[in-house]
């Protein structure tokens, strides 16, 4: 049988004979005490072993200390070779092998001859799995203790229902069915696998140590560019010493990888992200695979993607992109960062209003109105019962950010900050997507200019999209209400989830693993925090 796991797992022959090391441990023990004696023991060791956890002690005192673990049985040696599977090949998912010290796990069950070394044990192997279920499940990190603008709410189990639902099931599948079931998080799994096969062979080779290259360009630096393109799978092998047209298709097909505008251009930018090395895109994809576990729900058949560093916008239809747009999200300076969170999209909004956020206000506006009270006159003054209020009355020398009364509202126009529709999902932060009259915006490679809102650059599409769901012609329909000019709030049918997210590196079905910068450095910090816990970089050998 152990023999079999292991082949199944496909793991080495070490492995499979240390894990019948594991189903045979309890085989063995010493001259009987009297049964009773033996059950009392046993059963006291658990409940002081699990003092210190109250879901542990709950489970086995709810349980009559019944063992999960340390019988002899067919059925707990299983389930010792399951853990034990499971927890010395955790790296393969970007885990902390030494969190769960299968040596160490190994060692007691192997010195656990008494009742009470049985017992004490029976509540470390639980101890074990409960810390890898939910590492494997939802992740080995709390997000808000590494950057308050992950405002992600990570979808804990309970840890009590782990264990009764173990017992419960066949134990390899139940482990092996923790991680998140997305078509993502198998395909990152996948590149991390390569990766650390490459890493174990070197890596893509030398850097491109010239700044820049140009099509028609020859020489060693060409030759470096084409060995890198072909290293990282988008050149064939060619002997060609030319910039010629198949390296600039191979250029742009690098650059729309990277977010970059495909000119097939090998500019200071698009050397920057060629010459990143192995190591740097493994940490993106271990980290992108922990972000998939913190996100470890349903999604919804229909939702709202929106991915802060790729600078996208997109509208998932049951796992496939039915429509997706540029987007500008917040300025990488305090107070402008786009938190990450989910939430339920209720409305749209045509010819939007834009009532001014206070912190605008009185950071941006009133130092503008103390230099000049003209300043800003496109934006209505009103008081605190929404009236407009002449600006010529106003003392703005008197106020600052504290004390000043008035708040600045916009009216629906094309000049409008928020353009002329805005999506709302009602949430804490204030933040929604919406139009702006600012496209030039878009053009940019780096999209990261707002105070912290996601901005469309095709927002009307975006609506027609929406509104297909629920009127026989959403165009028509969009377009007589924005022709009215008058703020207009129309409720979707069929609310539905968004997801703000933040992937520097993300897969599609087709094509390579595509990489983003880390434009508020939350993905370095994730690293960080992932490093000091035990994860590593690996690499495969042979």
Known sequence: MIKNLGNTLGINRGLTAFLGAVATVFMMSAAPAPVFAQVTAFKQAVAEAAARDADIA??????????????????????????????????????????????????????????????????????????????????????????????????????????????????????????????????????????????????WGPVVTVPTLKPGAQGSGVVALRNRLIAMGYLKRTNSMTYDQVMVESVREFQRDHGLNADGVAGSGTMSEINKSVETRLKSVIVAMERERWLNKERGARHVLVNIPGFTAAIIDDGRVTFETRSVVGANEDGRHTPEFSDTMEYIVINPTWTVPRSIVTKEYLPSMQRNSGAAGHIDLIDGRGRIVNRGSVNFSRYNARNFPYGM?????????????????????????HDTPSKNLFAHDVRAFSHGCVRLADPFEFAYTLLAAQVADPVKFFKAKLATGRETFVHLDNELPVHIVYRTAFTTPRGHTQYRDDIYGRDARIWNALSKAGVALGAVQG
């Open 58 to 203: 709950a489970y086995y005192r709810t349980h009559n200390y019944e063992p999960v673990w340390t019988e002899g049985s067919d059925t707990h040696r299983d389930r010792r070779a399951a853990l034990m599977a499971a927890i010395t090949s955790a790296d393969k998912h970007g885990l902390p092998i030494a969190r769960y010290d299968p040596t160490g796990l190994m060692a007691t069950l192997k010195n656990a001859k008494t009742p009470r070394d049985r017992g004490l044990a029976e509540v470390q192997l639980t101890k074990v799995f409960l810390q890898y279920a939910r590492d494997l499940q939802t992740g080995v990190l709390i997000p808000s203790r590494i950057d308050n603008g992950i405002a992600r709410e990570v979808p804990y189990r309970d840890r009590q229902g782990y264990i009764a639902d173990f017992v419960k099931s066949d134990p390899m599948p139940f482990l092996r069915n923790l991680r998140p079931g997305t078509l993502e998080y198998n395909a990152l799994m996948r590149e991390k696998l390569a990766m650390e096969a490459l890493m174990a062979k070197g890596g």
């Open 409 to 433: 509202r916009q009216k629906p126009g094309t000049r409008n900050a928020l353009g002329l529709v805005k999506f709302i999902f009602p949430n804490k932060y204030n933040i929604y997507l």
